[in-house]
T-cell receptor, first 116, second 113 residues
Framework: AQSVTQLDSHVSVSEGTPVLLRCNYS??????LFWYVQHPNKGLQLLLK??????LVKGINGFEAEFKKSETSFHLTKPSAHMSDAAEYFC??????????????FGRGTQLTVWP | DGGITQSPKYLFRKEGQNVTLSCEQN?????MYWYRQDPGQGLRLIYY???????QKGDIAEGYSVSREKKESFPLTVTSAQKNPTAFYLC????????????FGDGTRLSIL
């Protein structure tokens, strides 16, 4: 079965410093992985997607994530945090044998706080 | 612009009352989903539909019902059997198939009076 574990429920950084949000996944086969962002009282917006092409995936707003099969990780990074990055971030896995067609499996989320 | 529209944004329910949340999409997507979001629990799947006139239960379907009579619409009814309905409800849609990203509406917040 597919699942994801977001290792930190809260992360706080100062504006201009790097961001690291950690995610480990479990999947029987090569999965597709996503990161989504959610601002308060809003829906989720897709940041980036990995589907077995390049292991380093670039997304919107300067975010990127690296797929490491040996570590079963898909951590999200950004070189320099901006105040507007403050939001909740979800790591998501899809696909693979044993999954239901089209289903996504969500982590519990990481709340990112950015201090001025 | 293409997207997903959820209405209303805020909804209040009295004890013993059924309420229906609307979800409409103009992305021409075959698949649609309903999620419930509670603080610290991520998103939990209530129901999903891969095609018109067909839908399946997700992980927490008890106390909810759906219909899929049109490709564009996937309304969710929260019945009186759902004992703890206070939550943020999100609707999503996608191209049918594995590994497709889902596109989300802005949600409906349901509260009990």
């Amino acid at each position: 079965a597919q699942s994801v574990t977001q290792l930190d429920s809260h992360v706080s950084v100062s504006e201009g410093t790097p961001v690291l949000l950690r995610c480990n996944y479990s999947s029987s086969y090569s999965p597709s992985l996503f990161w989504y962002v959610q601002h308060p009282n809003k829906g989720l917006q897709l940041l980036l997607k990995y589907t077995s092409a390049a292991t380093l995936v670039k997304g919107i707003n300067g975010f990127e994530a690296e797929f490491k099969k040996s570590e079963t990780s898909f951590h999200l990074t950004k070189p320099s945090a901006h105040m507007s990055d403050a939001a909740e971030y979800f790591c998501v896995v899809s696909g693979g044998r044993g999954s239901t067609l089209g289903r996504l499996y969500f982590g519990r989320g990481t709340q990112l706080t950015v201090w001025p | 612009d293409g997207g997903i529209t959820q209405s209303p944004k805020y909804l209040f329910r009295k004890e013993g009352q059924n309420v229906t949340l609307s979800c409409e999409q103009n992305l021409n997507h075959d698949a649609m989903y309903w999620y419930r979001q509670d603080p610290g629990q991520g998103l939990r799947l209530i129901y999903y539909s891969q095609i018109v006139n067909d839908f399946q239960k997700g992980d927490i379907a008890e106390g909810y019902s759906v219909s899929r009579e049109k490709k564009e619409s996937f309304p969710l009814t929260v019945t009186s059997a759902q004992k703890n309905p206070t939550a943020f409800y999100l609707c999503a849609s996608s191209i049918r198939g594995d590994n497709q990203p889902q596109h989300f509406g802005d949600g409906t917040r349901l509260s009990i009076l």
